[in-house]
C-alpha cells in the first residue's frame, strides 16, 4: 500500500483526504499504522476501509488485504469450530449414554455397576448442552459465514 501511494506521489494525508470520497474517515496518522505491517501489533484494516484503500489506490481489491488478518474472519473460523466441537460432545454424549444404558439394562446385578451415577451425570451434560441449543447456534453460524463467504467471494472474485 505504501509502495502504491507513494508511486502516486501523494502524501498520507492526501490519501486520507481521497479515503473520504469512498466514505471512509482515516487520519492520516491511521494510514500510517496501517502501513507499518512489520510491528508486533499492527493496526487491524477493516474490510471496509481495505475496499476504499484499494479503490483509491487503483489497486484489485484483493490486494490490499493479502497477507493480512482479517480479525472478524479469524473470529468466525474459530467460534465455528468450538460449535462443532460442542455438537460433536453432545453427540457423543448421547450415543454414551444410551450405550450405558444398554449394558446396565441387560445387567443382572446393576448394583454391582461402577457406573451408576454416570447415566444421570450424562444425562445433565446432555440436558445442558440441549439447552444451549447448540445445534441452532452452529446451524445458524454456518448460514452466517455461508453467506459472509459469498458476499465476499462476489466483492473479490478471482
Do not use: C, F
Request: no cysteine; proline share 4%.
Amino acid at each position: 500500500m505504501r509502495h502504491e501511494r507513494e508511486r502516486l506521489g501523494w502524501s498520507q494525508a492526501e490519501l486520507a483526504a481521497r479515503l473520504k470520497d469512498y466514505g471512509v474517515d482515516l487520519h492520516p496518522s491511521a494510514i500510517a499504522k496501517i502501513e507499518l505491517r512489520d510491528v508486533d501489533r499492527p493496526r487491524s484494516i477493516r474490510l471496509n476501509e481495505a475496499e476504499a484503500l484499494a479503490d483509491a489506490l487503483g489497486l484489485e481489491r484483493g490486494t490490499i488485504t493479502e497477507g493480512v488478518n482479517i480479525p472478524a474472519i479469524d473470529v468466525g473460523v474459530d467460534i465455528l469450530r468450538n460449535m462443532e466441537m460442542l455438537q460433536r460432545v453432545r453427540e457423543e454424549t448421547a450415543s454414551l449414554l444410551g450405550s450405558i444404558e444398554s449394558v446396565m439394562s441387560l445387567s443382572d446385578h446393576p448394583e454391582e455397576v461402577e457406573v451408576l451415577l454416570l447415566p444421570e451425570k450424562l444425562r445433565k451434560i446432555d440436558a445442558a448442552l440441549r439447552a444451549m441449543d447448540v445445534d441452532a447456534y452452529v446451524a445458524n453460524l454456518r448460514e452466517r459465514w455461508r453467506q459472509l463467504t459469498l458476499r465476499y467471494q462476489a466483492r473479490y472474485p478471482e
